[in-house]
């Protein structure tokens, strides 16, 4: 099993530090900026493919002639970033393999597939050489104590580079639209949030400052926040560095896909409910009343300013 991270300008996406952890510290690190990438404590032995700006269809070509070539290339292991998850089909049909998408759990003969939003957790048994993407913050990561044995690589010559989409324009991000996965900053609702117009409120204070809406298994089973927002073992796992929720009881199921924000902010009536004793700053407040007071506030400033 290998571990491929793409990478941009030297930056590793989320998940890249557990995809290497599930393939033992075995990685190719492949794309733009690779000689400026930090791995030491996340590898134990690595590739570095420079292979400049994306473009998915050169870069199969050239990834998959160094698949080919490589003793640990069998088993194929992404991160289920933006870039992981559009290259490793183009990766499993060049290479004419299976592809595992939205792993919580690989290994040579057993993989474990969310599905359905991650309302359900599918056990694959692979009988030969894969494609896999993993979730982030599905499996945590490793330290490695030694610093990596890294060498830089020279991608094969490839057979045909095929045809890559113009760019016509890159947009900047829209937070409400982020994978759930890859936001920094979460705020989160609950049961002791009272309607649906609540969630839409929550997006918006979100949107403010910057962050992310989700949401617990309770509140999209009432079919008021879509499946993509849950947060919980059985959703989208995350690993935010500010957690901030508005009415969560903290459930084992919601904490546990919470990974280990630097902060954690609640706002309960129960102060002693899980969600409260887990926080770093826990207001004994209704939720409700809270999130209002909150978006008076920014529409006050807003006036403020101009």
């Not at 069998?74 to 595992?100: E, F, Q, T």
């Not at 926080?279 to 407040?285: C, E, G, P, Q």
Request: proline share 7%; aromatic share 2%; charged share 20%.
């Amino acid at each position: 099993m290998i571990a491929l991270v793409p990478i941009r300008d030297g930056v590793l996406p989320a998940g890249a530090s557990e995809a290497i952890a599930e393939c033992d510290g075995r990685a190719i690190i492949a794309g733009s900026g690779t000689g400026s990438v930090d791995l030491d404590g996340l590898a134990a032995k690595v590739r570095l493919v420079e292979l400049g700006p994306v473009e998915p269809a050169r870069w199969t070509a050239a990834l998959t002639a160094l698949l080919r070539q490589v003793d640990d290339g069998d088993i194929v292991v992404l991160p289920h970033s933006p870039d992981g998850r559009d290259l490793a089909p183009h990766l499993a049909l060049a290479l004419d393999r299976p592809l595992l998408a939205g792993a919580t759990e690989v290994s040579e003969h057993r993989v474990r597939v969310a599905r359905r939003g991650g309302l359900e957790l599918h056990e694959q048994r692979p009988t030969g050489p894969f494609v896999a993407t993993l979730q982030p913050g599905a499996r945590g990561a490793v330290t490695f104590a030694a610093p990596p044995e890294a060498e830089q690589v020279e991608a094969p010559p490839a057979d045909g580079p095929g045809h890559d989409a113009h760019v016509v324009e890159v947009l900047p991000p829209d937070v409400r639209t982020m994978d759930l996965a890859e936001a920094r900053r979460i705020v989160g609702g609950g049961a002791g949030l009272q309607t649906e117009q609540r969630f839409e409120q929550l997006d918006r204070f979100a949107a403010a400052i910057g962050g992310v809406m989700g949401a617990t298994r309770v509140i999209t089973d009432r079919g008021w926040v879509h499946h993509d927002r849950q947060i919980g073992t059985t959703g989208v796992v995350v690993d935010p560095v500010v957690y901030l929720s508005f009415g969560v009881s903290g459930a084992v199921q919601h904490t546990s896909g919470l990974g280990a924000p630097d902060h954690i902010i609640s706002v309960n009536t129960d102060p002693h409910c899980p969600m409260m004793t887990m926080s770093d700053l826990a207001i004994v407040a209704d939720a409700n009343e809270t999130l209002d007071e909150l978006l008076q506030l920014l529409a006050d400033d807003q006036v403020a300013n101009g």
